[in-house]
């Protein structure tokens, strides 16, 4: 059992305090000088607490916080017992005074930190911790290479160009407002490969030599916006700062359903911010395995195996729950219906299986990018085009890769390394 003070240091007449391990029971604090304070016998483990000030719920905006399933926000804290364990006698309540400020209230022992729920919850403090007191300029490369497209490119030049870079988003400078103002992406390749194909008269092949990315973005936004195109086209860009906190950067690209977002650099005293990097999931990933490695005590969970931790997408005939179907496509489906469930799903890539449900390859929606070469995409008709012709088109472009997998016994640490590279889904 570990000592824990608890206090609430910003004033007011009353205050009270309750946590997940009082069954969020109030529980009276004591004032002590200028600050409210109240202290347990705890076992070791991750808490969540709040305080209540004159009659309003409050937390402590400098300690770690969580957010519930239900919105509310609570306090976090992770109890450590850091000396040897004695031997205690049985818990009881080894005394209240409330005249002397400090109420001090012993809990019943609960499972050790072993306990799969617990290890878990000290994993997951551990990793709030490291996003929260590390921005993303810490994260960005200290040299890399980075490519720009002007809004007046051609979109068959800017194309070609992502293809031949490896490009699967780059983004849009616009030279009028000095500024990068969007972003192309390989969903726009698809986009314009099915209007293309549609509407041909609207836009042709040979007027995508001449035709502006600034012009496929508003021809996009009216073609799939909708009555709600013009709302679209007022959406400021999506970005963070160099001085944001990773759980603000990595909140920015989930919530928005996006791979990456841009890095504008802050400067004091400057009406514009220059653009700096982009920050992907990856890279925060790649950072926050390096640090957790650098961690004494925590991370135990980075080395079980991923069959007893609830994380994942699974096949039902696992066994396994997960918060999402599984999809896997056939080599014989067509092209068409997997770039509808990348589209529509806001995934990656889909698992490619023969028809006996072995793993053949993963098609990712960066790679509909190997029908920009040599105009492979003006001379198919994308109905009629299956998976296993788009993967031919890849292997003849890039060659055969390597599919890279896991196994249930694989370890948590091994599995973020790989996810941790870009480009990669296991």
Request: with cysteine; net charge negative.
């Amino acid at each position: 059992m570990v000592l824990q003070r608890f206090s609430w240091p910003y004033g007011g007449r009353r205050a009270s305090f309750c946590g997940s391990f009082t069954g969020w029971r109030e529980c009276p604090m004591g004032l002590v000088g200028a600050e409210f304070q109240v202290v347990f016998d705890l076992p070791p483990g991750v808490y969540q607490y709040r305080f209540l000030v004159d009659g309003v719920w409050r937390c402590d905006e400098a300690k770690p916080f969580v957010r519930d399933e239900y919105g509310l926000i609570s306090n976090e804290v992770l109890v450590e017992n850091n000396v040897q364990p004695v031997v205690q006698p049985e818990p009881s309540i080894r005394g209240t005074n409330v005249d002397e400020g400090i109420i001090l209230t012993t809990m019943p022992p609960e499972p050790s930190s072993q306990n799969p729920g617990v290890q878990i919850a000290v994993f997951r403090h551990v990793v709030s911790e490291i996003l929260l007191h590390n921005t993303i300029y810490d994260v960005v490369p200290i040299s890399s290479k980075l490519a720009v497209l002007d809004t007046q490119l051609p979109v068959k030049q800017a194309f070609k160009i992502m293809h031949d870079e490896g490009l699967a988003l780059v983004p849009l400078w616009d030279d009028h407002q000095g500024t990068i103002t969007g972003m192309l992406t390989a969903s726009d390749f698809v986009l314009m490969l099915r209007k293309l194909q549609r509407n041909i008269r609207v836009i042709g092949n040979e007027e995508l030599e001449m035709h502006p990315i600034s012009a496929w973005k508003e021809a996009k936004l009216q073609f799939y916006g909708g009555p709600d195109g013009a709302a679209m086209q007022r959406r400021p860009l999506i970005h963070v700062k160099d001085s944001d906190n990773l759980v603000d950067v990595a909140l920015t690209i989930i919530r928005n359903e996006i791979s990456s977002v841009p890095i504008f650099k802050c400067v004091p005293d400057s009406t514009g911010m220059p653009f700096l990097s982009l920050a992907t999931l990856q890279g925060i990933l790649k950072f926050l395995c390096s640090k957790l490695q650098e961690q004494a005590e925590g991370c135990s969970l980075l080395h079980n195996q991923l069959l007893s931790i609830p994380i994942g997408t699974w096949s039902p005939h696992t066994g396994r729950s997960s918060s999402r179907q599984l999809r896997t496509l056939l080599l014989s489906s067509p092209l068409n219906t997997c770039l509808d469930f990348l589209l529509q799903d806001r995934v990656s890539s889909i698992p490619i299986v023969d028809d006996n449900g072995s793993l053949r390859d993963v098609y990712s929606l960066s790679d509909i990018m190997a029908l920009a070469k040599n105009d492979v995409y003006a001379r198919i008709e994308l109905e009629q085009v299956t998976v296993q012709n788009a993967l031919d088109v890849q292997y003849q472009v890039h060659g055969r890769r390597q599919c890279h997998t896991c196994l249930q016994t694989s370890t948590l640490l091994e599995v973020l390394e790989g996810l941790s590279v870009p480009g990669t889904s296991v």
